[in-house]
């Protein structure tokens, strides 16, 4: 099993978290620096710092209304990371991310196997976002929008949009490209003021206070889990 997999599936950080980690040189296999693309064998040594990786906790599935100002990222280095702002008692990580300007909802756990399946947009879950403009747009804007975008090098996939007011529009995106949403609405000639998610598949943001967090539900759960197996 590649490392970066295996220390997913332990709960300790996903796999990109792991490929940090690889890079800082902080994981050893049989006392040996790893590298990227090493695969692990029954009954090998695994080691983070020089330390074995904590047994792993009951999984953890956690809502949080992320504010602006916070970043998305397990690097508790980082001045406002979200790992510090939520400080639950277990190492928990951020599924994707919403830029330090954005606000809503994150999906936090410790379970590194479901990160991949909600993430890659190839497997086209649906996250749902409100976003305000600095000035009013019209139709032709919309359906620009959902028809597809020229960013990045590439043409954004087709979504869903619609008006909510002169200024503001409901979008549900089905890939994560970087900055997505502000890269498409800059490219049509405007700059997003505010960005927020209200929706990751099943799981809404209704009643959840800014700045707030709180359990995925067992129906939820049972839900999420479902969407990701099909």
């Not at 599936?9 to 490929?19: H, V, Y």
């Not at 504010?67 to 990580?93: H, K, L, W």
């Not at 490219?187 to 709180?214: C, D, F, H, S, T």
Request: proline share 6%.
């Amino acid at each position: 099993m590649r490392i970066n997999k295996y220390i997913s599936e332990t709960g300790f950080c996903s796999r990109r978290e792991t490929d940090r980690l690889i890079d800082a040189g902080r994981i050893t296999i049989n006392g040996t620096v790893c590298q990227p693309g090493d695969e692990v064998e029954p009954g090998d040594t695994v080691l983070v710092d020089g330390k074995p990786i904590p047994p792993r906790e009951p999984s953890v599935y956690l809502l949080l209304n992320k504010p602006p100002g916070i970043t998305c990222t397990a690097a508790e280095q980082v001045e406002d990371n979200i790992i510090s702002f939520v400080n639950y008692p277990i190492r928990i990580f951020p599924v994707g991310r919403l830029d330090k300007a954005s606000e809503g909802l994150i999906l936090m756990t410790n379970d590194g196997s479901i990160v991949n399946k909600i993430s890659r947009s190839e497997h086209g879950h649906e996250k749902e976002y409100i976003v305000r403009v600095d000035r009013p747009f019209d139709d032709a804007f919309l359906q620009h929008m959902a028809e597809g975008v020229e960013i990045l090098g590439t043409k954004t996939k087709p979504c869903q949009v619609s008006r909510v007011s002169e200024d503001t529009f409901r979008i549900i995106l089905t890939q994560g490209l970087n900055r997505q949403i502000r890269r498409m609405s800059k490219a049509l000639g405007y700059q997003v003021e505010k960005l927020e998610r209200i929706r990751i598949m099943n799981l809404e943001a209704k009643g959840l206070p800014q700045g707030q967090w709180r359990y995925v539900t067992e129906e939820e759960l049972r839900q999420l889990l479902a969407l990701l197996e099909e």
